[in-house]
């Protein structure tokens, strides 16, 4: 058989074949999908590396490098001393958006597991957890804001149980109401066993100067004011949102002003969510008391001044006290 005849029955033979046909379609098609997953697996593997490592290096950022060593000094000789302030590392910044890690790396498409945000406990004054079984405060840099109890409140699984005749009372304190403060966060978690009665969570001062959290006829209420006119003649103001019994909540009263009234100074927060905002300033010294549960004295409500009790029924957890304002990450920790 000639080479010329040879070649042009297989060529011929070849062309009707259909034999792996398919077999080489799905091949591709596999092909295509694998390589499709390792992309995106792999781009998920990159992003959790770098978030992990970036961890990591925010930790290494965030150890505090401060030293100071006093010096000597005698009748003939003497040995000098030396100290080190750790200042702000670069690209260390602990109000970082969600989806930023640390040093300044920037997610396109930012991990889910990476918006969870802690809240950093500076200027954080009072911190009862209620954790042991009473209203001792935890908090870095306070002076011992420890609340005593008033009535028989229920201390069991980390939360204060309140049943309308009780409450938590706090001391006076310069880091509360003895100082001036242009900001303040106030935090608490409740879970209210009826909403219909006027029922305080939180309250400072009396009717001239203060701040109150409380609920009435199925709202959740913020207010604050420092009346006198010498200093910021801020008026009662109030902000409310509706809530329902029986359910587990996070509140936030926010205050970020000075010594005149600007708008929006006074906000609130349930759940991490801004529910409103209202005019406010700085709160100066006032000698009202400090209430968790009820009212320690008097204080201002939106239907007017309040001597009552007003004892709030239901469950109270983890109140913090800041002297300065919580970012919106912060305020969004809690209820996460």
Same mark, same amino acid.
């Given at each position: 058989?000639?080479?010329?005849? *040879?070649?042009?029955?297989?060529?011929?033979?070849?062309?009707?074949?259909?034999y792996?046909?398919?077999?080489?379609?799905?091949?591709?098609?596999?092909?295509?999908?694998?390589?499709?997953?390792l992309?995106?697996?792999?781009?998920?593997?990159?992003?959790?590396?770098?978030?992990?490592?970036?961890?990591?290096?925010?930790?290494?950022q965030?150890?505090?490098?401060? =030293?100071?060593?006093?010096?000597?000094r005698?009748?003939?000789?003497?040995?000098?001393?030396?100290?080190?302030?750790?200042?702000?590392?670069? !690209?260390? $910044?602990?109000?970082?958006?969600p989806?930023?890690?640390?040093n !300044?790396?920037?997610?396109?498409?930012?991990?889910?597991?990476?918006?969870a945000?802690?809240?950093?406990?500076? @200027?954080?004054?009072?911190?009862?957890?209620?954790?042991?079984?009473?209203?001792?405060?935890?908090?870095?840099?306070?002076?011992?804001?420890?609340?005593?109890?008033?009535?028989?409140? $229920?201390?069991?699984?980390?939360?204060?149980?309140?049943?309308?005749d009780?409450?938590?009372?706090?001391?006076?304190?310069?880091?509360?109401?003895?100082?001036?403060?242009?900001?303040?966060?106030?935090?608490?978690? *409740?879970n209210?066993?009826?909403?219909?009665?006027t029922?305080?969570? =939180?309250?400072?001062? %009396?009717?001239?100067r +203060?701040?109150v959290?409380?609920?009435?006829?199925?709202?959740?209420?913020?207010? +604050?004011?420092?009346?006198?006119?010498?200093?910021?003649?801020?008026?009662? @103001?109030?902000?409310?949102?509706?809530?329902?019994? /029986?359910?587990? $909540?996070?509140?936030?009263?926010?205050?970020? /002003?000075?010594?005149?009234?600007?708008?929006?100074?006074?906000?609130g927060?349930?759940?991490?969510?801004?529910?409103?905002?209202?005019? /406010?300033?700085?709160?100066?010294?006032? +000698?009202?008391?400090?209430?968790?549960?009820?009212?320690?004295?008097?204080t201002?409500?939106?239907?007017?001044?309040?001597?009552?009790?007003?004892? *709030?029924?239901?469950?109270?957890?983890?109140?913090?006290?800041? $002297?300065?304002?919580?970012?919106?990450?912060?305020? %969004? %920790?809690?209820?996460?």
């Amino acid at each position: 058989m000639r080479f010329s005849e *040879f070649t042009s029955r297989f060529l011929k033979r070849l062309q009707g074949d259909t034999y792996g046909t398919a077999l080489s379609t799905e091949l591709i098609l596999v092909a295509t999908v694998v390589l499709i997953g390792l992309a995106t697996s792999s781009t998920a593997l990159r992003d959790a590396v770098i978030s992990e490592l970036s961890d990591v290096g925010g930790a290494v950022q965030d150890l505090q490098g401060c =030293y100071s060593v006093n010096g000597l000094r005698g009748h003939s000789s003497h040995v000098a001393g030396m100290s080190y302030g750790d200042s702000l590392d670069h !690209c260390d $910044n602990s109000d970082d958006a969600p989806g930023v890690a640390d040093n !300044c790396i920037v997610f396109d498409g930012p991990p889910t597991n990476e918006i969870a945000t802690v809240i950093a406990p500076d @200027e954080l004054v009072t911190s009862l957890s209620f954790d042991g079984g009473d209203a001792s405060d935890t908090s870095p840099f306070g002076s011992d804001n420890s609340g005593v109890a008033v009535g028989d409140p $229920n201390f069991t699984d980390g939360v204060v149980e309140f049943d309308g005749d009780d409450a938590i009372y706090l001391p006076n304190s310069d880091d509360i109401n003895l100082g001036i403060h242009e900001e303040r966060t106030i935090t608490l978690t *409740f879970n209210a066993d009826d909403v219909t009665s006027t029922q305080v969570l =939180y309250e400072e001062g %009396a009717t001239v100067r +203060g701040l109150v959290i409380y609920i009435d006829d199925g709202m959740l209420y913020i207010g +604050g004011w420092n009346i006198p006119d010498g200093e910021s003649g801020w008026d009662p @103001e109030f902000i409310s949102v509706p809530i329902s019994a /029986g359910v587990d $909540n996070t509140v936030s009263l926010v205050l970020d /002003g000075d010594a005149t009234v600007q708008p929006d100074a006074l906000s609130g927060y349930l759940n991490g969510a801004l529910f409103g905002s209202a005019p /406010g300033s700085q709160l100066w010294q006032h +000698g009202g008391g400090i209430g968790i549960g009820g009212t320690n004295g008097r204080t201002n409500l939106h239907t007017g001044s309040s001597s009552d009790d007003n004892f *709030f029924t239901g469950t109270i957890d983890d109140v913090s006290i800041f $002297n300065r304002v919580l970012t919106d990450a912060e305020l %969004a %920790a809690p209820a996460q």
